[in-house]
């Protein structure tokens, strides 16, 4: 545990780095820290101690992550250091995380080399002015695991007297932050395997659910053609071979029944619209197909310039399927006035449809028998989103990565 620490007086004339006992000092930083379970709140919960021994605009703790990756804490000053991980070789404080130097001290790190170098993630040291700065190794059984710095917005507010107070308050810090970071990555990893399980679980589900959905949909196709297509082909046999005279202009109207009845059965099964003129089009086709006569309004409108037909084609037809579905559950259950297609972009590159309707939205009963299990089992097996809201209205948005899958 460290001494009392000798006074020092900054440009300013105001003494650092003497807090009396410094001792009762690091005694209500373990005792701090013996409560947090979190390395941000750590560190937030320490700030004012560490303060007391050794001013700061802004401290930050650094630690070594996957390989060649660290990730910062920072209390004081909220900057890009802790937003996101920064590469090994582009930290400013690479020579201490690689054991190449045993402590930096920065009169002005604005004009150091050793944290400004081309390339450098020195932003919050330019932008945010932390001219004077010291950086300590964090050290766990002689391994460097980390760096604890300290930055001051006055030039030559740290001398050479500070550091061995800030490796003091480094090798306190080190172990708490340490085991801290390594529950983190532990919770992580058991996060990432349930989640990856889950998926397993769903994938295996849904494409059990799908192929029993296959299997309904062409025992429904046999029976159509069974039941209407064949059953017309039949009475137009008897016509052509029996003994009553033909009446073409009859027989020919019934020829063109049952192909218009087929052509709409094929247009249920094989999305060719879909193929020939893209995504928003057939939607819209199907869309205005499914309200018929109804005087409901309808709109499609794609904000992407075609985003949807630069998916890969399993992604695409799966995304027309979930349209389809949701519009057909609008048309026939909703009682809608109104029902638009919204096709945007998200930020992440990701994809978003919504089917919205102003009508009753969704009751038990409608949910029972809309085939939402199938929605979502589709939306699963391509590795999109589902989200369905009734408020107002029913609105069913489907999100996706816009990369080709």
């Known amino acids: 545990m460290a001494a ?8 300013s004339g105001a ?54 990756w660290v990730v910062s804490y920072e209390a004081g000053i909220e900057t890009r250091w802790s937003q996101r991980r920064t590469r090994v070789q582009y930290s400013p404080v690479r020579d201490v995380l690689q054991g190449r130097s045993a402590a930096m001290l920065s009169a002005n790190a604005m004009e150091d080399p050793q944290q400004t170098f081309p390339g450098a993630c020195c932003e919050p040291i330019l932008n945010h002015r932390l001219r004077a700065r010291i950086t300590v190794p964090l050290r766990v059984m002689g391994k460097v695991t980390g760096t ?16 061995p107070l800030a490796q003091a308050l480094a090798d306190l810090l080190a172990p708490w932050f340490h085991a801290l970071h390594g529950a983190a990555k532990a919770s992580q990893a058991a996060q990432l395997r349930a989640r990856a399980q889950e998926q397993a679980e769903g994938l295996r589900q849904g494409a059990l659910e799908l192929t029993q959905t296959l299997e309904q949909e062409r025992q429904r196709i046999g029976m159509d053609l069974h039941d209407q297509t064949l059953a017309d082909l039949t009475r137009i046999l008897r016509e052509l071979t029996g003994e009553a005279p033909l009446d073409r202009d009859l027989l020919a109207e019934r020829v063109t029944d049952t192909i218009d ?7 249920t099964a094989v999305p060719t619209l879909l193929d020939l003129f893209g995504f928003a089009h057939a939607v819209r086709v199907h869309l205005e197909r499914a309200v018929g006569a109804e005087p409901v ?52 590159d990701r994809l978003r449809i919504s089917i919205s309707d102003d009508g009753i939205g969704i009751g038990p009963e409608v949910g029972r028998r809309s085939g939402l299990s199938h ?31």
């Open 4 to 11: 009392a620490v000798r006074a020092r007086r900054a440009p």
């Open 15 to 68: 003494p650092i780095g003497h807090a009396g006992d410094s001792t009762e000092v690091f005694e209500r930083m373990s005792a701090r820290l013996s409560t947090e379970v979190e390395i941000g709140s750590a560190l937030t919960a320490v700030a004012p101690e560490i303060a007391t021994l050794l001013p700061f605009s802004h401290v930050d703790i650094c630690l070594h992550d996957t390989p060649g």
């Open 148 to 163: 604890l710095n300290f930055s001051h917005g006055t030039k030559g507010f740290y001398g050479p007297e500070q550091v």
């Open 261 to 267: 009845d087929l052509r709409a059965l094929i247009d």
């Open 297 to 348: 309004e309808v709109d499609v409108e794609d904000e992407t310039d075609g985003a949807p037909d630069r998916l890969g084609t399993t992604a695409r037809t799966a995304l027309f399927r979930i349209t389809q579905e949701a519009i057909n559950n609008a048309a026939r259950h909703a009682r809608a006035h109104r029902i638009l297609v919204t096709v945007c972009s998200e930020p992440q």
């Open 375 to 405: 929605l979502r089992t589709r939306a699963h097996l391509i590795g999109a989103d589902l989200e369905i809201v009734s408020d107002a209205g029913t609105r069913v948005t489907v999100t996706l990565p816009e990369t080709p899958a």
